[in-house]
């Protein structure tokens, strides 16, 4: 799921043996993220009682967020007493083709409404709205156990307009975030059906920032076309 | 389903084994069994309405502002001895002109208007444009959905025809070869060559 530079293995295992030994782990993950170069980083969470979250773009979290962080790689800290909601709002990704763009095969660059630039697992500055869509999802399990989430998106064929049509497939995405070398959430391009985007590792948070694009392959209709895709996480 | 719901609830949820899933932008879910939780994302393409004509040279999507000339130079012994091809002009070859007519808004109405028959300056002595017949046929450098229809010109007026939409796209074209008819001896002379003699042909492409 990540990039696995050996810096990346040593906050790995600093991890997994701080469940054990806190205090030692705290420091040597602080002096491994002083001073060092971006790299890709392990939300890690504490253990608790079943539970998975996702968000796209607008979400909710009360009482602030997830936990505190240290280090370039946002090595765990503490829990801040933040917890999920749930937001209703939809955000929406667009596109105006220029008169003489249409259907020229020139990619359209998407943008969106969006406002969403800090993570709710630490407040880090992730994204870069408007042109970028946070998506994070999460998945807590009680100590012991080790199911694995998924996360995938889910669109209909086509965007319409009325009787006219665009198919989804025109539309990709690439995913990246502030300062992580390596996306947990794979870019890719919808199908007309689903496309597995990530991975969720048990008490591990997941998130990046999406960037559409339009691929403007054909001439089609003018038109205000419209469509609806759905992220869904999934606890086994 | 979401944290608020009680110990007892999940714990029903729980014995009857049913999946437990929620919808929102974000969203969380807790309980036993197979969870889910959705968020949405929504998706615009706004694409504004264009019509877009070409006629010899042009540049596909773009304005191009060059006007082609087609040209016959008929020699003494064919005036009036029949049909003669061009001996100058068009973006192909002489007297072959690219011709394409794109439009997403529906049912295109293309037309072509002379001001008048083609003069040498002469009152009275003239070509008419019904002398200057065209052809279509299918030019692969232009891909498209459907041929291009050549016209009938018409001296002082306009010809007209309707290229239909499919999914309200059109997108028609077509090599028009224009030859001259040639069927009259006329006075010598330059015929056109200007726009005050009538040389120019305008055609133009609208939706409603």
């Given at each position: 799921m990540k990039?696995?530079?050996?810096?990346?293995?040593a906050?790995?295992?600093?991890?997994?043996?701080?469940?054990?030994?806190r205090?030692v782990?705290?420091m040597?993950?602080?002096?491994?993220?002083?001073?060092?170069?971006?790299?890709?980083?392990?939300?890690?969470?504490?253990a608790?009682?079943?539970?998975?979250y996702?968000?796209?773009g607008?979400?909710?979290?009360?009482?602030?967020?997830?936990?505190?962080?240290t280090?370039?790689?946002?090595?765990?800290?503490?829990?801040?007493?933040?917890?999920?909601?749930?937001?209703?709002?939809?955000?929406?990704?667009?596109?105006?083709?220029?008169?003489?763009?249409?259907?020229?095969?020139?990619?359209?660059?998407?943008?969106?409404?969006?406002?969403v630039?800090?993570?709710f697992?630490?407040?880090?500055?992730?994204?870069?709205?408007?042109?970028?869509?946070?998506?994070?999802?999460?998945?807590?399990?009680?100590?012991?156990?080790?199911?694995v989430?998924t996360?995938?998106?889910?669109?209909?064929?086509?965007?319409?307009?009325?009787?006219?049509?665009?198919?989804?497939?025109?539309i990709?995405?690439?995913?990246t975030?502030?300062?992580?070398?390596?996306?947990?959430?794979?870019?890719?391009t919808f199908n007309?059906?689903?496309?597995?985007l990530a991975?969720?590792?048990?008490?591990?948070?997941?998130?990046?920032?999406?960037?559409?694009?339009?691929?403007?392959?054909?001439?089609?209709a003018?038109?205000?076309?419209?469509?609806?895709?759905?992220?869904?996480?999934?606890q086994? | 389903?979401?944290?608020?719901?009680g110990?007892?609830?999940?714990?029903?949820?729980?014995?009857?084994?049913?999946?437990?899933a929620?919808?929102a932008?974000?969203?969380?879910t807790?309980?036993?069994?197979?969870?889910?939780?959705?968020?949405?994302?929504?998706?615009t393409?706004?694409?504004p309405?264009?019509?877009?004509?070409?006629?010899?040279?042009?540049t596909t999507m773009?304005?191009?502002?060059t006007?082609?000339?087609?040209t016959y130079?008929?020699?003494?012994?064919s005036?009036?001895?029949?049909?003669f091809?061009?001996t100058?002009?068009?973006d192909?070859?002489?007297?072959?002109?690219?011709?394409?007519v794109?439009?997403?808004g529906g049912?295109v109405?293309?037309?072509?208007?002379?001001?008048?028959p083609?003069?040498?300056?002469v009152?009275?002595?003239?070509?008419?444009?019904?002398?200057?017949?065209?052809?279509?046929?299918?030019d692969?450098?232009?891909?498209s959905?459907?041929?291009?229809p050549?016209?009938?010109?018409?001296?002082?007026?306009?010809?007209?025809q309707?290229?239909?939409?499919?999914?309200?796209?059109?997108?028609?074209?077509?090599?028009?070869?224009?030859?001259?008819a040639?069927?009259?001896?006329?006075?010598a002379?330059?015929?056109?060559a200007?726009?005050a003699?009538?040389?120019?042909?305008t055609?133009?492409?609208?939706?409603?």
């Amino acid at each position: 799921m990540k990039t696995r530079t050996m810096q990346d293995h040593a906050h790995i295992r600093l991890v997994r043996a701080g469940r054990h030994r806190r205090g030692v782990i705290a420091m040597a993950a602080a002096l491994v993220g002083v001073g060092g170069p971006a790299e890709a980083w392990i939300l890690t969470m504490k253990a608790a009682p079943r539970e998975i979250y996702v968000q796209v773009g607008a979400g909710t979290y009360t009482g602030g967020n997830y936990a505190t962080s240290t280090g370039s790689g946002r090595t765990f800290k503490k829990t801040s007493g933040g917890k999920p909601g749930v937001n209703t709002t939809i955000d929406t990704v667009s596109v105006t083709v220029p008169a003489a763009s249409v259907g020229t095969g020139t990619t359209q660059q998407m943008t969106s409404n969006s406002a969403v630039a800090d993570s709710f697992y630490d407040g880090y500055a992730t994204c870069n709205p408007p042109t970028e869509v946070y998506v994070g999802a999460w998945s807590q399990e009680p100590a012991g156990q080790t199911g694995v989430a998924t996360l995938t998106v889910t669109s209909p064929a086509n965007l319409t307009s009325g009787a006219d049509t665009i198919p989804f497939s025109q539309i990709s995405w690439t995913s990246t975030a502030n300062g992580d070398t390596t996306a947990d959430v794979a870019a890719g391009t919808f199908n007309g059906g689903s496309v597995a985007l990530a991975s969720i590792a048990a008490n591990t948070w997941v998130e990046d920032c999406l960037t559409f694009t339009f691929k403007n392959s054909a001439i089609v209709a003018a038109g205000t076309y419209t469509g609806q895709a759905v992220y869904t996480v999934s606890q086994p | 389903m979401n944290r608020l719901i009680g110990g007892a609830t999940a714990l029903i949820l729980a014995t009857l084994a049913i999946p437990v899933a929620s919808h929102a932008d974000s969203n969380f879910t807790t309980g036993t069994g197979t969870i889910t939780a959705s968020a949405h994302l929504n998706f615009t393409v706004v694409i504004p309405q264009f019509v877009y004509a070409r006629v010899s040279s042009g540049t596909t999507m773009a304005a191009n502002g060059t006007i082609d000339t087609v040209t016959y130079t008929v020699p003494a012994a064919s005036v009036g001895q029949g049909a003669f091809a061009a001996t100058a002009g068009g973006d192909i070859s002489p007297g072959v002109v690219s011709a394409q007519v794109i439009g997403n808004g529906g049912t295109v109405t293309f037309t072509a208007t002379t001001a008048g028959p083609l003069s040498n300056g002469v009152a009275g002595q003239t070509i008419s444009y019904a002398q200057m017949t065209s052809a279509a046929t299918a030019d692969a450098a232009l891909p498209s959905l459907a041929l291009l229809p050549a016209f009938t010109l018409v001296d002082g007026g306009t010809a007209s025809q309707t290229l239909g939409a499919t999914a309200g796209v059109t997108n028609d074209s077509a090599k028009w070869t224009f030859t001259y008819a040639n069927a009259n001896i006329v006075a010598a002379g330059t015929y056109g060559a200007t726009v005050a003699n009538n040389e120019q042909v305008t055609y133009t492409a609208s939706m409603p």
